[in-house]
């Protein structure tokens, strides 16, 4: 079964513009937008779409007497074939959703056919209340890969780090040592248990202070044997920006050909939620208790990505599991990257423990913390210097995502001014740095 | 002896019922073995298509509903050519014409419905046609170029489509209808009349509240006595007087029917792991009531979907909400579209134009939608149809509704079941 592409409508973004209906109605031959195959209504309180969903299980489809209409199982689209059609008109009966409607000009009934992927309302639209949502194209080019780490393994409900893990080692493929030192990943049984391994490729686990150092030297010792074998780290944010620190910066600075992927949930969630170096500013962990003494870490969070990006590595790039796409194309760059050099890959994982916030809402979390720009998704090369992959110019509001959070709740109205203040200086540099024009990074 | 042959899931019927519950049965359950009971040697086909397989818009060998290769992925077994003849639900075995059995774990009885020949006497000497099987339509397409005169018994659906189509190709063509109006059931009085008028101004002789007596042979083909002692000479005669469900196979075996067969709200027979669904159905009514025979294309599908879930034991299976009446109707380049009942509710609203032949009409009972109709007045029915399952409160919007139902109807879609 394939997933496919689709056209979302956000109606708080549409401003009844109607440049949808014109497109459509004019790419299949009509000034009237009577004739359009999208159809938005203005309403007391909004607007409301009505087109064809192209369902999964059509009941268009079940119900045409003359096998007409049939689902594209290559597309995903409803298909209707104009010479099979008897103009019984049963699949407007079928359709739940007005999606396929008789037209009196067409002297037949039409239905949105996505202009072959390519549809004319979304490219109409500059409010971005349509989209076109293509990440299915994910799914039906990795889910036939196989998952590399075993089933079961014991994270907490909802574990987003879990998601992170399978995902990238599917892209990245058996053709890799891993090393995963002390944190959730090698916590969860990923390393192995009772005597048996939880991946179906080599895993190994360093110490919190030698993960970089170890794959250099097994990297070296693969290229010295002439065989390319990926040599990789899954590690937690405190693996990597505290006592981890001194030996990632080293194999960054001498370009150790490493894809080093740092998974940063915010704390040392596995050992009992203890602060580390990347906690922001405020949150409550249990070495940053709140209480009469203490309201939540006092210093706020080093920039890991940011320090990163000035050892000029061959790659630096920050991603979210609330965006698929953007993760994978990150997810190749960074792995022909570490053909050449360091590569190094920030990714943020929203922690249901930790946080404190619903199993069910991990990834509503990831979408929300780039939606505010509490995360900022960019990358950078040290030939074309910082991209913002995924610019938000009409952020939330930030207390919409410090609301999500159990461990940002006794926040002062000082400590949230404090945090968006930060949050204010953080996205000014990176959109600086993001300008065309800017110096790019340069190494001594 | 050949070992007799055991299924997981027999289907009896190879029409819309029996292949969504093949759809249910397949999304729960993907190893069971299933069979497939088609009465003819062709894929699954719709009985609707007929009419136009008979004015040759539809092609006999583009009609299958589903590919050979679908039943091939699926891994069910589609076995042509096997009637039914009885059920042994002690033994759980099914018996063919031809002497064969067969077992099964589950069983769905889709058979469909026949065509009622009404007893007239002289009908059995004359030569006549009906409209049931693809076979059927074929002969009836062969026979249309050369009639003349022809005569339609019953101004039902497969009647009214029948006589457009000959009335295209040349032949005079008159339509006999006891009832007072044609299409009774989905359309009132007021409705019909424009329908009718489209169909006389297109030559086609509508007599209406009209029995016929007696019919003879004749030379071209047969003449046919009226009640008011009129005749009418027709070298082609098509006799659709309605259609009831075949369940002749049922004697002795238990299961327990009216009209159809009478099912619960998850299809399932008065007998343990027998099932039934679409025409051959006797199933709640959406306005209550007496169980009824619907005989409603969409209404086969939910039936057939949750027969499917049900035999598969889907946890999700729903509960039948109730057969609502349903149609659409194409004719001569026009447009009619009927939702819900006539009499279940007040009349809110009724526009006839006969000089544009349009017409809506709309009944609702306290404030809510029951039935809309309508002739070149576009709608979507499939919202009105969920509206009405819904019960969906339109008293806030009501005059919004009455005076543009399309758009007031697909808000109201896009609201609550986007």
């Known amino acids: 079964m394939s997933a496919y592409s689709t056209i979302a409508f956000k109606p708080e973004r549409c401003n009844g513009c109607n440049e949808c209906m014109t497109a459509c109605a004019s790419t299949k031959g009509s000034s009237d937008n009577a004739d359009s195959r999208i159809q938005i209504m203005a309403c007391e309180d909004g607007y409301e779409l009505a087109m064809c969903r192209q369902c999964a299980d059509p009941k268009c489809v079940a119900v045409c007497p003359a096998a007409a209409l049939a689902k594209d199982e290559g597309v995903g689209t409803i298909a209707w074939d104009g010479s099979k059609c008897v103009g019984c008109l049963l699949c407007t009966v079928g359709c739940a959703y007005g999606g396929i409607v008789h037209n009196a000009r067409a002297g037949h009934v039409v239905k949105c056919d996505t202009c072959d992927g390519d549809p004319a309302c979304v490219k109409a639209c500059d409010q971005g209340a349509l989209r076109f949502i293509t990440s299915a194209r994910i799914y039906n080019e990795v889910g036939d890969l196989e998952d590399l780490f075993v089933p079961g393994l014991a994270a907490c409900q909802g574990c987003n780090t879990e998601l992170i893990m399978r995902h990238t080692m599917r892209r990245i493929g058996p053709n890799t040592v891993l090393a995963t030192p002390p944190g959730c990943i090698p916590g969860s049984g990923a390393v192995g248990y009772n005597g048996l391994t939880g991946s179906k490729f080599p895993v190994f686990h360093p110490l919190l202070t030698n993960t970089a150092s170890m794959l250099t030297g097994i990297k070296r010792h693969y290229k010295r044997q002439g065989r390319e074998v990926t040599a990789m780290a899954l590690a937690g944010d405190g693996g990597t920006s505290d006592v981890g620190f001194q030996s990632l910066s080293g194999a960054a600075e001498r370009g150790e050909e490493i894809l080093f992927i740092c998974v940063d949930n915010e704390g040392y969630m596995n050992t009992g939620m203890q602060r580390s170096s990347c906690t922001p500013y405020g949150a409550w962990t249990s070495t940053t208790p709140v209480g009469e003494h203490s309201q939540g870490k006092s210093q706020d969070a080093k920039n890991v990505p940011l320090l990163m990006m000035m050892h000029n590595c061959a790659y630096v790039a920050t991603a979210s599991t609330g965006f698929m796409e953007d993760l994978y194309a990150k997810l190749d760059r960074a792995h022909e990257a570490s053909k050449r050099g360091f590569a190094y890959l920030h990714i943020y994982s929203p922690c249901t423990t930790g946080w404190r916030f619903p199993s069910q809402d991990n990834i509503a979390v990831a979408r929300l913390a780039v939606e505010t720009n509490a995360v900022m998704l960019w990358e950078f090369t040290p030939d074309s210097g910082v991209r913002l992959t995924r610019p938000v110019d009409n952020a939330r509001p930030l207390s919409e995502y410090l609301e999500t959070q159990g461990k940002y709740r006794h926040l002062s109205p000082e400590q949230t001014a404090h945090i968006e203040a930060m949050l204010e200086k953080n996205v000014a540099m990176i959109k600086k740095l993001a300008e065309p024009g800017t110096p790019p990074v340069c190494a001594r | ?418």
Not at chain 2, 123 to 134: Q, S
Not at chain 2, 209 to 229: F, I, M, N, P
């Open chain 2, 1 to 418: 002896m050949t070992e007799m042959q055991t299924v997981d899931y027999l289907v009896a019927g190879a029409s819309h019922a029996a292949l969504s519950a093949l759809e249910a049965i397949r999304m729960h359950d993907p190893a069971g073995s299933v069979a497939v009971l088609a009465r003819e040697d062709h894929l699954p086909y719709s009985p609707t298509v007929l009419p136009y397989v008979v004015s040759g818009r539809s092609k006999p060998e583009t009609v299958a509903l589903k590919p050979a290769a679908y039943f091939a992925q699926n891994n069910i077994a589609i076995l042509a050519g096997r009637a039914l003849t009885r059920v042994d639900a002690a033994t759980k075995r099914v018996h063919f014409a031809n002497g064969e059995a067969m077992a099964y774990g589950k069983l769905l009885l889709a058979t469909g419905a026949a065509p009622i020949v009404p007893p007239i006497p002289g009908l059995g000497e004359v030569k006549f046609h009906v409209l049931r099987t693809l076979a059927d339509a074929t002969r009836l397409h062969a026979a249309l170029p050369k009639a003349r005169a022809a005569v339609v018994l019953g101004a039902g659906l497969i009647g009214m489509h029948a006589a457009e189509n000959l009335a295209k190709t040349g032949a005079s063509v008159t339509v006999v209808e006891m009832q007072a109006q044609v299409l009774p059931g989905y359309f009132d009085a007021a409705a019909s009349q424009i329908i009718a008028s489209v169909f006389a101004a297109n030559g086609v002789r509508l007599r209406l509240g009209s029995r016929v007596e007696k019919l003879a042979a004749s030379s071209q083909g047969c003449t046919l006595t009226l009640a008011d002692g009129s005749c009418i000479d027709a070298d082609l005669l098509l006799v659709a007087t309605g259609v009831a469900p075949v369940i002749d196979y049922l004697e002795g075996s238990g299961i327990a029917t009216e009209r159809g067969i009478l099912v619960d709200d998850s299809m399932r027979t008065s007998v343990a792991d027998i099932y039934a669904a679409g025409d051959v159905a006797q199933a709640r009514g959406f306005y209550g009531g007496k169980p009824l025979v619907g005989g409603i294309l969409p209404d086969a599908v939910e039936q057939g979907r949750i027969a499917g879930m049900a035999m598969a034991g889907d946890p999700a299976t729903p509960a039948y909400p109730g057969s609502v009446p349903l149609n659409s109707y194409a004719f001569f380049g026009q447009q009619a579209l009927s939702v819900g009942s006539q009499s279940e509710g007040e009349l809110a609203c009724q526009v006839t134009d006969a000089g544009t032949n349009q017409y809506l009409k709309i009944v609702m009972r306290d404030n809510r939608l029951t039935g809309i109709f309508g002739i070149n007045r576009p709608f979507d029915p499939g919202i009105m149809w969920q509206l009405i399952l819904r019960r969906t409160d339109l008293g806030a919007v009501r005059d919004q509704f009455i005076a543009n139902p399309r758009e007031t109807a697909r808000q109201l879609m896009s609201q609550l079941w986007r």
